[in-house]
């Protein structure tokens, strides 16, 4: 097995022009040394369960330091090693070395192991399975927490239900994006771009956005429902305040019964397939009651609500039916990969995602592939922090010939329509 040679830890820039933590780790692996690199990413709506990031330059000094000097001389093996870094910090949250600092490495540790074989990550991670590419939720308008809450709802998405490829799926999207843009500029409501490259609308109320979005799939010519669907992420706890949901574009506050009302009647009236976060993170009975309501149609997600933590996930029982895996929202790829097995056996479907801070670090593409995750978000259809991701998809589908299974997006939706 492959010697840790090295291990570094720099302060690069993220795409809110934050700093954020890039780690390399050098391995010797038979003859030859191979380098990993990763950045950790960065959110903004986080959940209060999430592995805490501290300030860059104290945790860049803990790699340097620290966590060198544990790593340096073991074998690479992502499980043991990833142990250590958590044993290492000592905090149930690693909010000592930071979970900015562990990330990175558990990540340049993968990409690593991947350089010794000559692999690509994805191709390291699947071994000899067949993999399928990933179902892409592509935001087109952004709000919440990215967009200083301009539109309560965080992200409102699209799913390519019925297109026949990743490659398609990306095609069509790019047509709705456009569509979306030209409707907003017609209506003199385009208030610019938020953190994930989604438009940033001046609308009156959060349903104009969701009437707006199947316009834009009409207007792109596309069957709304059919062809391609609406997904959105709520990020509830944002909105929760004194035993309330408060509404702020739309003056107004919500209980829980009447969001629950809400968000069913938006179900009726638009083609929506996936709601993520629908209610608080605390906020697990009306998580439940509303799967039970709902979720035998559309897709209920737990991102704050689970933050990729497996024990959350196995306590939940009925609350919610899929999962967002985010490894930096628990700290490393070991505990991860556990949070996507606790969801395969508790029948859950799962979608890897990016943060609203990113860089250009394409890592999660490699393990929604290799890992046999059916779903990717990585935000929207613009800047390239984004791209990136959505390119190197198209270079894995590519690579994928002979070694992949169908494109599961018609599948996967075809409960409501
Ligand atoms: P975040 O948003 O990265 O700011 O947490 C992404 C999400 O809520 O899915
Ligand atoms: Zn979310």
């Given at each position: ?50 592995a ?20 340096v ?15 290492l ?17 558990s ?9 010794v ?5 994805w ?35 699209i ?25 907003l ?14 438009y ?33 992420d ?11 949901y408060?509404?702020?574009l ?21 083609p929506i397939?996936s709601?993520?976060d ?20 559309i ?8 933050v ?14 899929a999962?967002?895996?985010?490894p ?24 890897v ?6 860089t ?15 779903q ?7 800047r390239s922090?984004r ?12 690579a ?18």
């Open positions: 097995m492959a010697k840790i040679l090295e291990v570094f830890g720099r302060s690069v820039w993220d795409s809110r022009g934050r700093p954020t933590v890039e780690a390399e780790v050098t391995v010797k692996g038979t003859g030859r040394t191979s380098v990993g690199r990763a950045i950790a990413p960065a959110g903004a709506s986080t959940g209060s369960g999430e805490k990031s501290i300030e860059v330059r104290q945790a860049v000094h803990g790699v340097n330091t620290e966590i060198r000097n544990v790593l001389g073991k074998s690479l093996n992502q499980q043991e090693n990833d142990h250590t870094l958590i044993a910090d000592g905090t149930p949250d690693k909010s000592r070395l930071g979970g900015n600092a562990i990330v990175a490495v990540l340049a540790c993968a990409q690593a192991a991947a350089a074989e000559k692999k690509p990550l191709k390291f991670l699947a071994g000899e399975r067949a993999v399928a590419m990933p179902v892409p939720q592509i935001q087109i308008f952004g709000g919440g927490a990215h967009a200083h809450g301009r539109m309560d709802v965080q992200d409102f998405m799913i390519c239900t019925g297109a026949g490829s990743y490659t398609e799926a990306l095609e069509w999207t790019a047509e709705v994006y456009r569509a979306a843009g030209a409707r500029a017609k209506r003199e409501a385009l208030h610019g771009v938020a953190d994930e490259g989604g940033w609308p001046a609308f009156k109320s959060n349903e104009e956005a969701l009437a707006e979005l199947t316009g834009a799939i009409s207007d792109a010519g596309f069957e709304p429902g059919a062809e391609i669907a609406i997904a959105l709520i990020a509830a706890s944002q909105l929760w305040r004194g035993g309330r408060h509404l702020a739309e003056k107004r506050s919500l209980s829980v019964e009447q969001m629950h009302a809400m968000l069913l009647g938006w179900i009726e009236r638009y397939v709601i993520e629908p209610f608080a993170e605390h906020d697990a009975d009306a998580m439940a009651s509303f799967t039970r309501t709902a979720g035998e149609r897709q209920i997600v737990g991102d704050d609500f689970f990729t933590d497996a024990k959350k996930l196995q306590e939940a029982k009925g609350a919610c039916n999962v967002l895996l985010k930096n929202q628990v700290g490393t790829l070991t505990e991860t990969l556990a949070c996507w097995r606790a969801a395969q056996e508790a029948g859950y479907g799962a979608i995602s990016a943060r609203s801070g990113e250009e670090d394409v890592s999660i593409v490699h393990l929604a592939v290799g890992w046999g995750v059916p990717l978000k990585v935000g929207s259809f613009a922090e791209m990136a991701k959505w390119n190197e998809g198209l270079r894995i589908e590519e994928l010939g002979r070694n992949k299974l169908p494109y599961l997006a018609r599948k996967l939706f075809s409960r409501r329509f």
